[in-house]
């Protein structure tokens, strides 16, 4: 089983900044990317941000130059630096992943097909 599990949301003043964290756990061959989404109540969860294991990075335009992706291949783990936060940023941020598991038994393992995992998602309030 692979596991996502996410960390820095909270409350932030407009202009201030917060850093989510991801980090992926469990049987993994490879990740292929990992991004962060955001969803607000009623709307459709949107990209906000990924970077593939060659560290090539996309950004949706509400956030360029403001937000910035990263991520640290040997722990697993993808970072948000999101900075000039505003109101409009206020959502449940979610980590993605694309990742291929690995499955073992007593015959040896062997890499999964490739899919998508969820975080649980974490919250993102900009407010005075």
């Known amino acids: 089983q692979v596991q996502l599990v996410e960390s820095g949301g909270g409350l932030v003043q407009p202009r201030g900044s917060l850093r989510l964290s991801c980090a992926a756990s469990?049987?993994?061959?490879?990740?292929?990317?990992m991004g962060w989404y955001r969803q607000a109540p009623g709307q459709q969860r949107e990209l906000v941000a990924d970077i593939t294991s060659d560290g090539i990075t996309n950004y949706a335009d509400s956030v360029k130059g403001r937000f910035t992706i990263s991520e640290d291949n040997a722990k697993n783990t993808v970072y948000l630096q999101m900075n000039s936060l505003k109101p409009v940023d206020t959502d449940v941020y979610y980590c993605?992943?694309?990742?291929?598991?690995?499955?073992?038994?007593?015959?040896?393992?062997?890499?999964?097909?490739?899919?998508?995992?969820w975080g649980q998602g974490t919250q993102v309030t900009v407010s005075s």
């Open positions: 469990g049987s993994i061959f490879s990740i292929n990317a």
């Open positions: 993605n992943a694309d990742i291929m598991g690995l499955n073992c038994s007593l015959y040896g393992c062997y890499p999964l097909q490739p899919r998508h995992y």
